[in-house]
């Protein structure tokens, strides 16, 4: 998608390790997210930034936390992954608010994560 | 609660016909309503956003409606094309929160 990144597209990894997956954007954008997808849920919210180290989190951050040290650049980590955070991993960027009209909001291709 | 809840699941039809997809939500006090698409492996793209005050919203041959009265909404798809076959997501969000509530999706498969 144009103007926004994430990587990397798909990773296995063992229950038990450290796993960062990475949100990059040229679009300059104030506000991102991160969501994760499963079958029978919508996407659901983990963490959101809204601006650089300016972190919050959204419904279901246990276990993941996230970095905002440059404007391009949110970093999402599963702090110890385990079999229930695999899931399709999708990074979003916002040039406003949700409140607001906002034809900003795009998301990233998703990464596919499997905790093994 | 907040909730969107989005019929059919999943929908069968053949190339050129029309067909129209439900959402309905629990959302309070309502902001505007999106429709998304995603096609297999990608992220959601945005079709249509409409506010309260909007009660249809065309983009291309995808047409929304908004009943605010009743809390419903719906994507007309007119002629549609084997490139439609994707998930259509209903997003809802609520006033005064930087939160969007997501409905699981209408998976549509069109076949020649």
């Known amino acids: 998608d144009a103007g926004i990144t994430q990587s990397p597209r798909h990773k296995v990894t063992e229950t038990g390790t450290p796993v960062t997956l990475r949100c990059h954007q040229t679009?300059?954008?104030?506000?991102m997210y991160w969501y994760r997808q499963d079958p029978g849920h919508g996407l659901r919210l983990i963490h959101y930034?809204?601006?650089?180290?300016?972190?919050d989190k959204g419904e279901v951050s246990d276990g993941y936390s996230v970095s905002r040290s440059k404007t391009e650049d949110f970093l999402l980590t599963l702090e110890s992954a385990t079999s229930s955070q695999t899931s399709v991993y999708f990074c979003?960027?916002?040039?406003?608010?949700?409140?607001?009209?906002?034809?900003?909001?795009?998301f990233g291709s998703g990464t596919r994560l499997t905790v093994v | 609660k907040n909730q969107v809840e989005q019929s059919p699941q999943s929908l069968i039809i053949l190339e050129g016909k029309n067909c129209t997809l439900q959402?309905?939500?629990?959302?309070?006090?309502?902001?505007?309503l999106r429709w998304y698409k995603q096609d297999t492996g990608r992220g959601p793209v945005s079709l249509t956003i409409?506010?309260?005050?909007?009660n249809t919203k065309s983009n291309g041959r995808y047409t929304a409606t908004l009943d605010a009265d009743t809390k419903q909404s719906s994507l007309h798809i007119t002629a549609s094309q084997l490139s439609d076959s994707a998930s259509y997501i209903c997003?809802?969000?609520?006033?005064?929160?930087?939160?969007?509530?997501f409905g699981t999706g209408t998976r549509l498969q069109v076949f020649p």
């Open positions: 959402c309905n939500y629990t959302v309070s006090p309502f902001s505007n």
């Open positions: 679009e300059n954008h104030r506000y």
């Open positions: 997003v809802v969000s609520a006033r005064n929160t930087d939160k969007l509530i």
């Open positions: 979003a960027i916002s040039d406003s608010p949700t409140t607001v009209l906002d034809y900003g909001y795009t």
């Open positions: 409409m506010t309260f005050s909007e």
């Open positions: 930034s809204y601006g650089v180290k300016d972190t």
